[in-house]
């Protein structure tokens, strides 16, 4: 099973950034698809974003096209992040980091390795 770690959280005012990371061991970093999900209190786990083994296929969810960006280090740090940009009071969240074979998977949510959560606070 793939182990994830990430990190970067915090509290921000409403427009700033935070950028979050997410370290993977346990397999080939460059055969799994990562993505991002993010549980707000008291709502269900929702899709934020999604990017291929490669590196050169992204998802994001409709609300935060333009202003979040996924990436992937695929190279020593094994590693994917989420610049998260123009950052509303309605991001605010806790954002784990997930795994998959396909990005299909990732989308799904239905992978069994999550990470152990970031929070995210925008205050407006």
């Known amino acids: 099973q793939v182990r994830l770690v990430e990190s970067g959280g915090g509290l921000v005012q409403a427009g700033g950034s935070l950028k979050l990371s997410c370290e993977a061991s346990?397999?080939?970093?460059?055969?799994?698809?990562m993505g991002w999900f993010r549980q707000a209190p008291g709502k269900e786990r929702e899709f934020v974003a999604a990017?291929?083994?490669?590196?050169?296929?992204?998802?994001y969810k409709d609300s935060v096209k333009g202003r979040f960006t996924i990436s992937r280090d695929n190279g020593k740090k094994n590693t994917v992040y989420l610049q998260m940009n123009s950052l509303k009071p309605e991001d605010t969240a806790i954002y784990y980091c997930?795994?998959?074979?396909?990005?299909?998977?990732?989308?799904?949510?239905?992978?069994?390795?999550w990470g152990q959560g970031a929070q995210v606070t925008v205050s407006s």
């Open positions: 997930t795994t998959g074979p396909t990005v299909a998977v990732v989308t799904g949510g239905s992978s069994d390795s």
């Open positions: 346990g397999r080939t970093f460059s055969t799994i698809a």
């Open positions: 990017i291929s083994r490669g590196g050169s296929i992204t998802y």
